[in-house]
């Protein structure tokens, strides 16, 4: 079945450090692929997302490409912030009737000043 | 625009008690969808609504839990009994296409 494995955490990073977050996908057919962040306290927001191969997703400077080729999805951001400090999620959708969420485990990123 | 909905934030029940949740999708939203996120894991979805038509409820444990979706709008998520291992955050989340809101969660706790 349809899965997704992403980095353990927690990613424990310095202001303006460059992140990356790895995330790759076992599926059937062409799924649609998301990032997801998670605040303190707070419900899911969508990050980004890309829906075919190549294409590149990104949003409040964070990118994450579609790897069809290596089933992939990582997360990079050039210069993190403390308030980017989350959890991130990395799911994966399988677009067809069931538009159903597969997620991975979630990898907390800390940003210390 | 408004988010998704829920009450209530936090409950804590003691187990073999009931409790239901509540969520109000995003307006004009027909899909919704009602998600367990255990501590440390990512979501999974329990059941997803078509208007008022359950369509997906294959991880739903049925013994336990029911969920209603009347005049395809509000929805009701509902445990009883509830069991210790029911502890979690439950998530509704609503879409109108492919891209799925989520609302802050009703965290449970069950003693």
């Known amino acids: 079945g349809n899965s997704v494995t992403q980095m353990e955490g927690p990613v424990t990073l310095s202001e303006e450090a460059f992140l990356t977050i790895n995330c790759t996908y076992t599926?059937?057919?062409?799924?649609?692929l998301f990032w997801y962040v998670q605040y303190p306290g707070e419900g899911l927001q969508l990050l980004l997302k890309?829906?075919?191969?190549?294409d590149k997703g990104s949003n409040k400077g964070f990118e994450a490409t579609y790897r069809k080729e290596t089933t992939s999805f990582h997360l990079e951001k050039g210069s993190v912030q403390v308030s980017d400090s989350a959890v991130y999620f990395c799911a994966l959708s399988d677009r067809g009737a069931t538009n159903k969420l597969i997620f991975g485990t979630g990898t907390l990123l800390a940003v210390q000043p | 625009e408004a988010g998704v909905v829920q009450s209530p934030r936090y409950k804590i029940i003691e187990k073999k008690q009931p409790v239901a949740f509540w969520c109000n999708p995003i307006?004009?939203?027909?899909?919704l969808y009602w998600y367990r996120q255990n501590l440390g894991q990512g979501p999974e979805l329990l059941i997803r609504?078509?208007?008022?038509?359950?369509?997906?409820d294959s991880q739903l444990p049925k013994d336990r839990f029911s969920a209603e979706r009347l005049k395809g709008v509000d929805s009701t998520l509902k445990i009883q009994p509830a069991e210790l291992g029911d502890s979690a955050v439950y998530l509704c989340?609503?879409?109108?296409?492919?891209?799925?809101?989520f609302g802050p969660g009703t965290r449970l706790l069950v003693l």
């Open positions: 609504y078509e208007n008022e038509e359950a369509v997906d």
């Open positions: 989340a609503s879409s109108l296409e492919a891209d799925q809101y």
């Open positions: 307006s004009g939203h027909n899909t």
């Open positions: 599926a059937t057919g062409y799924p649609s």
């Open positions: 890309a829906t075919k191969a190549d």
